[in-house]
């Protein structure tokens, strides 16, 4: 297997300040710490703190040489100005809502899109743009912003299309009926769970798409050795049972001498069809936690006691 932290990917929902607020210092700090580490993957979308984490990563990025990083961000939602917006944002970032988002996958909102993210990021291209979450707009994305997108591959203006998403089942769709090169699958095939794997990873691999797999965490449940019982599951506060499962995975990584997040970051590269990770980070030590834990291999034995525990079942591969 190629070098993991070469496929890791920082995301950058925190820089957005998504929850909590992250300083202009901080942000920047936690690029150049990712940077230092070795990771030349680097994911960002309009949707991140309405534009702030476009434009901190832009500026941590601006003095880097341009062909030795991997830059990708997203469409679907135009930011544009709210004259009423004076509270925080509706959408959970730390932000203050003087910009409001537009759902928007027409062939006109796709350039305009890309045209307002070059500008925040002050970069001459990015490298791959994804469709971001078009859950509730099939027939606008598939029919009007997959072709703008496709055009604007032909003609060089970006190097590779895709979607991102909270479920496959739609990226199915789009692997099966557009032309895609990567799909972004957030939370459907983690250490927790796989409803992914069955259809979807095998679909991906005889189109030759790449998968990336972000939200390895579930949104927080295997962020920490030390399950919390307030952890989130799916953004919300999880299920006992939930969070039971995640500590007994947490028991069976310890007694093999690592931890529940090292496990989370390591599950998913035992699928030929993923070729890279994406995790977020919002300060150096969080970026230098998961390049260490992916600079070991993990026990074989680790993955037997999962699956003899009944926590993984037995067809599901491993690193």
Known sequence: ???????????????????????????????????????RIFDT?????????????????????????VLSTKVGRLLVPDPDGAGPDPEGFAVPATLRREWDFSADGVRRSLESSLDRL???????????DP????????????????????????GAIGAGMNQWQMLARFVRESDVD????????????QPALAEFLPLCAERGVDVLAA????????ARQD????????????????????????????RHGTTLPAAALWFPFGHPAVTGVVIGA??????????????????????????????????????
Not at 50 to 59: F, K, S, V, W
Request: net charge negative; aromatic share 6%.
């Open 282 to 319: 919002r300060t150096q030590a969080e970026v230098r936690a998961n390049v260490e834990a992916l600079s070991v291999p993990l026990p074989p034995k680790l993955w037997a006691e999962l699956r003899d525990e009944g926590l993984l079942d037995a067809g599901v591969p491993v690193p």
């Open 227 to 254: 399950v919390p019982d307030d952890a989130t599951y799916d953004y919300r506060t999880a299920p006992a049972d939930v969070v039971g499962r995640a500590r007994r995975i947490a028991a069976v990584c310890a």
């Open 122 to 132: 002050g970069l001459d291209r990015v490298d791959v743009v994804y469709l971001h």
């Open 182 to 193: 990567f799909v972004l699958l957030a939370g459907r095939y983690t250490l927790l769970e």
């Open 135 to 158: 859950d509730d707009h099939w027939d606008q994305a598939v029919g009007e912003a997959m072709p703008a997108l496709a055009e604007l591959r032909e003609q060089g203006v970006i």
């Open 215 to 222: 939200g390895l965490f579930n949104s927080g449940l295997l």
């Open 1 to 39: 297997m190629a070098d993991a932290v070469s496929r890791l990917g920082l995301g950058t929902s925190p820089l957005g300040n998504l929850y909590t607020e992250v300083t202009e210092h901080e942000a920047r700090a936690v690029v150049d710490a990712a940077w230092e580490a070795g990771v």
């Open 45 to 69: 979308a309009p949707h991140y703190g309405l534009g702030l984490a476009e434009r901190r990563l832009g500026a941590a990025l601006k003095d880097r040489p341009r062909d030795e990083f």
